[in-house]
């Protein structure tokens, strides 16, 4: 399913879109997360005098799901940060080639 097209499973072309996903917090219930499908706390730009600049990223998930018959697709909403994880090893990513 892309934006062009309907439904895989069903053809309808109404849809439920989620542009950040969220999850319930587990310890406040009157709280919710980002559901995030890979984060690291990495060094980001050029050391300063107290060192390396430290920042927490993560990618995120748009979620789309089928008015009709509740097929769900999910996207990953940062593919920059997905590469620089693959690049550098972090938050157990990698690329791979099928
Ligand atoms: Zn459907």
Known sequence: MSNTEG?????????YVIEKASVPHYE???SVKP?????????????GFFGAKSERLSVGVEVQ?????RHIEF???DLDV?????ESGEA???EVKR
């Open 7 to 15: 439904c895989v499973k069903c053809g309808s072309r109404r849809f």
């Open 28 to 30: 406040f219930s009157n």
């Open 35 to 47: 559901f995030a499908i890979a984060a690291a706390y990495v060094e980001v730009g050029k050391p």
């Open 65 to 69: 799901v089928c008015a009709k018959c």
């Open 75 to 77: 996207y990953a909403s």
């Open 82 to 86: 997905l590469k620089m994880f693959a």
């Open 92 to 94: 157990s990513v990698r």
